[in-house]
T-cell receptor, first 111, second 114 residues
């Protein structure tokens, strides 16, 4: 059974710090990896997608993928209170397959 | 309008009612999805349509009935629901059924079953 695991949190970091969110997945053939942010009472919105090993940076966000370790992470630099949300990790193994979501990690950035 | 639009945003229904949730996407996508989000549980995929054809039904009870008349519209018909069906129902779309394509979600329909 395909699984995606995340620490449910809450993860609390002070404003301006780096928040590190982690995700592990069970299916070795997974090809596509996504991070979604979901504010309370809202729908998920895409933060980052990553398909190759290594780092991908977009503004204050960096996604890191290590397929050998079946691990994907999201770093948020200079965390802001507005980053407080639940972060969902999603994995897809390829065409015709469905996305598998993790349970999400709740991040709280303290002013 | 742009993106993925869901109506109604909030719905309260009794266990014997029949209601429908509607989803419309304005992105030119060919795949549409229904997800259920309950408290403290991962997003659960319910149904997938790719080019109007249903490709997935994740053992969803028959009291949930999807309909996809065209690539832009998706419905979820609800009948004889149970209180445990109370949840946020999210519609999403993607360009097609390629795993590399991003899901774009609607705002969701918050369902309460009394």
């Amino acid at each position: 059974q395909k699984e995606v695991e995340q620490n449910s949190g809450p993860l609390s970091v002070p404003e301006g710090a780096i928040a590190s969110l982690n995700c592990t997945y069970s299916d070795r053939v997974s090809q596509s990896f996504f991070w979604y942010r979901q504010y309370s009472g809202k729908s998920p919105e895409l933060i980052m997608s990553i398909y190759s090993n290594g780092d991908k940076e977009d503004g204050r966000f960096t996604a890191q993928l290590n397929k050998a370790s079946q691990y994907v992470s999201l770093l948020i630099r200079d965390s802001q209170p507005s980053d407080s949300a639940t972060y969902l990790c999603a994995v897809n193994i390829g065409y015709g397959q469905n996305f598998v979501f993790g349970p999400g990690t709740r991040l709280s950035v303290l002013p | 309008e742009t993106g993925v639009t869901q109506t109604p945003r909030h719905l309260v229904m009794g266990m014997t009612n029949k209601k429908s949730l509607k989803c419309e996407q304005h992105l030119g996508h060919n795949a549409m999805y229904w997800y259920k989000q309950s408290a403290k549980k991962p997003l659960e995929l319910m149904f997938v349509y790719n080019f109007k054809e249903q490709t997935e039904n994740n053992s969803v009870p028959s009291r949930f009935s999807p309909e996809c008349p065209n690539s832009s519209h998706l419905f979820l018909h609800l009948h004889t629901l149970q209180p445990e069906d109370s949840a946020l129902y999210l519609c999403a779309s993607s360009q097609d059924f390629s795993g590399a394509n991003v899901l774009t979600f609607g705002a969701g329909s918050r369902l309460t079953v009394l």
